[in-house]
């Protein structure tokens, strides 16, 4: 028999008036063609819903690709399907910390390469218990900069994190993203739920897909893992 696999979504739901990112405006979900309006368009018994949405990129969990930091990098639509779907996963907890260095992310007993090198990273901080409240503004985990050379020197295909922003916002310097999205390694930011991961990653594959927008630096992901049948 085939042996049943776990899906673990890992993605916060967009809603109306939903605040990801304070000073950033929030999504405007109205009908275009109400199921109402639809009947005039269709036969009798047979209705349609169309929705619009207006919204900037950096709305729930989402994915920055190089062009979000670089003019030259690339957009969401030329990011190939390997580099942000079906990867193996490392999850690093990091619970009590809010700088999170080099240190630690080093795996004791194992090379950096081995340990990251083709995989996404996802940093779990627990700090998505405190969305969509005024805390989840202040005071966020992060990464440092010596943090993310280290990531990208190990290979790491993608980082991920459940906090407000990878970088300190403290100042206007963001060093992980310049370090992470010039290598073309693609950053997940505002993910959830990274605490229902098993503890065995083996087998496990991470996929956090936008919509393929040409000139679209950031994007909505449904980020989630497939966990293999036990």
């Excluded at 269709?42 to 950096?58: D, L, R």
């Excluded at 003019?71 to 009590?96: F, H, M, N, R």
């Excluded at 916002?169 to 739920?193: C, F, K, S, W, Y």
């Amino acid at each position: 028999p085939r042996k049943m696999r776990k899906l673990v979504d890992l993605s916060h739901a967009v809603e109306e008036g939903l605040v990801t990112y304070k000073g950033l405006p929030a999504p405007i979900i109205c009908d275009y063609l109400s199921r109402e309006e639809s009947k005039n368009h269709y036969a009798p018994g047979t209705e349609f819903h169309i929705g619009k949405i207006e919204m900037v990129a950096n709305t729930g969990t989402y994915l920055d690709a190089p062009f979000h930091r670089f003019p030259t990098g690339k957009d969401t639509s030329e990011l190939l399907l390997e580099s942000i779907a079906d990867l193996p996963v490392v999850l690093c907890c990091q619970l009590s910390k809010t700088t999170i260095t080099k240190k630690d992310l080093e795996l004791p007993g194992t090379d950096a390469k081995e340990g990251f090198n083709g995989k996404a990273v996802l940093i779990r901080t627990d700090w998505s218990q405190h969305w969509n409240t005024d805390q989840y503004f202040e005071g966020h985990p992060h990464l440092t900069e010596d943090a993310a050379i280290y990531l990208r020197d190990a290979g790491a295909a993608l980082v991920g994190i459940d906090s407000l922003n990878i970088d300190s916002t403290q100042g206007g310097q963001r060093p992980v993203h310049t370090t992470l999205l010039a290598a073309d390694v693609p950053i997940v930011e505002h993910m959830t739920n990274l605490a229902s991961l098993p503890e065995c990653l083996d087998g496990t594959r991470f996929h956090a897909v936008p919509v393929k927008v040409k000139g679209m630096g950031t994007f909505p992901v449904r980020a989630y893992v497939v966990c293999p049948g036990a």
